[in-house]
């Protein structure tokens, strides 16, 4: 198996600034991904955060909102920026773990834009 | 597009008694679909994993099917506890989009002792 942390767990931002989280696998992983809860919903896929080069992103997600890096195969950091109130949510570092087909979560980053 | 829906949305049963909540999907072309746990707050834990292959999963008090050309998944909690409370999420990986899951909405389950 493997453990995801996720930092920050929670953070109260201003609208207009950015924060990035930041998500660390104990083992190695193939796929590593970034998801997105709004309050009441589902989670939704983001991007998928590809080692070394930019990442995948899914319909309605762009790379200025959402700049993700992977330097390597266990860390990788999601940005969101130029938060607005629409921005609340919590976030979601996700990966698969090598050899298997599980997915595994981390605990997720409960952001507030006021 | 792969649409996942989790029915009932809401569910409250004593304890005691066993929980069956429901799955369904449009693309039959799944290659795995993976139930998770989410408390309140929190990230999701993983229950089972089912492969497209198989036709369920049993982990103790847990059991998962798995039928794919009705597109349905049911997970079954035997003998349900307070602390089975939770919300629970199906997600599906479909073959042309490997790794990637689509989830339904979930099911708010409690159960009261």
């Known amino acids: 198996s493997a453990v995801i942390s996720q930092k920050p767990s929670r953070d109260i931002c201003q609208r207009g600034t950015s924060l990035t989280i930041q998500c660390q696998v104990d083992s190695q992983v193939t796929m590593m991904f970034w998801y997105r809860q709004q309050p009441g919903q589902s989670l939704t896929l983001i991007a998928t955060?590809?080692?070394?080069?930019?990442?995948?992103?899914e319909s309605g997600f762009v790379i200025d909102k959402f700049p993700i890096s992977r330097p390597n195969l266990t860390f990788s950091t999601l940005t969101v920026s130029n938060m607005s109130p629409e921005d609340s949510s919590i976030y979601l570092c996700s990966a698969l773990a090598a050899g298997t087909d599980t997915q595994y979560f981390g605990p997720g980053t409960r952001l507030t834009v006021l | 597009k792969q649409e996942v829906t989790q029915i009932p949305a809401a569910l409250s049963v004593p304890e005691g008694e066993n929980l069956v909540l429901n799955c369904s999907f449009t693309?039959?072309?799944?290659?795995?679909l993976q139930w998770f746990r989410q408390d309140p707050g929190k990230g999701l834990t993983s229950l089972l994993l089912i492969q497209s292959s198989q036709r369920e999963q049993t982990s103790g008090r847990l059991n998962a099917s798995l039928d794919k050309s009705s597109g349905r998944s049911t997970l079954y909690i035997a003998a349900s506890q307070p602390g089975d409370s939770a919300t629970y999420l199906c997600?599906?990986?479909?073959?042309?989009?490997?790794?990637?899951?689509?989830f339904g909405a979930g099911t708010q389950v409690v159960v009261t002792p």
């Open positions: 693309d039959s072309a799944i290659y795995n």
């Open positions: 997600a599906v990986m479909t073959t042309d989009s490997w790794g990637k899951f689509q």
């Open positions: 955060a590809n080692q070394g080069s930019e990442a995948t992103y």
